[in-house]
């Protein structure tokens, strides 16, 4: 079992910043691909980067060039550094870890609004 919390959300005008964290407890963190998922009002939830064990990335590419992705297994958190935020980036952002069908594991999420 993996518990995930997530922090670092919050309201940014747009062509900001903002870095979230989600700190993992309760196994081993290294051996889990890590993402970054995001959810807007009426949307479906969608990937925006992640990151395997071996530190290989993968970005939306809606995201690409703006956000990213790093982990620190030593601290059991990934990171998603967000910058030149954009009005359509405004979403509840959720941590994930992902081993196997049996070990996937979610946040409870982070609210970030890109507004003026």
């Known amino acids: 079992q993996v518990q995930l919390v997530e922090s670092g959300g919050g309201l940014v005008q747009p062509g900001g910043s903002l870095r979230l964290s989600c700190v993992a407890s309760?196994?081993?963190?290294?051996?889990?691909?890590m993402g970054w998922y995001r959810q807007a009002p009426g949307k479906q939830r969608e990937l925006v980067a992640s990151?395997?064990?071996?530190?290989?990335?993968n970005y939306a590419d809606s995201v690409q060039g703006r956000f990213t992705i790093d982990r620190n297994n030593a601290k059991n958190t990934v990171y998603l550094q967000m910058n030149s935020l954009k009005p359509e980036d405004t979403a509840v952002y959720y941590c994930?870890?992902?081993?196997?069908?049996?070990?996937?594991?979610w946040g409870q999420g982070t609210q970030v609004t890109v507004s003026s």
């Open positions: 309760g196994s081993i963190f290294s051996i889990y691909t």
């Open positions: 994930n870890a992902f081993r196997n069908r049996f070990n996937d594991y």
């Open positions: 990151i395997s064990t071996g530190g290989s990335t």
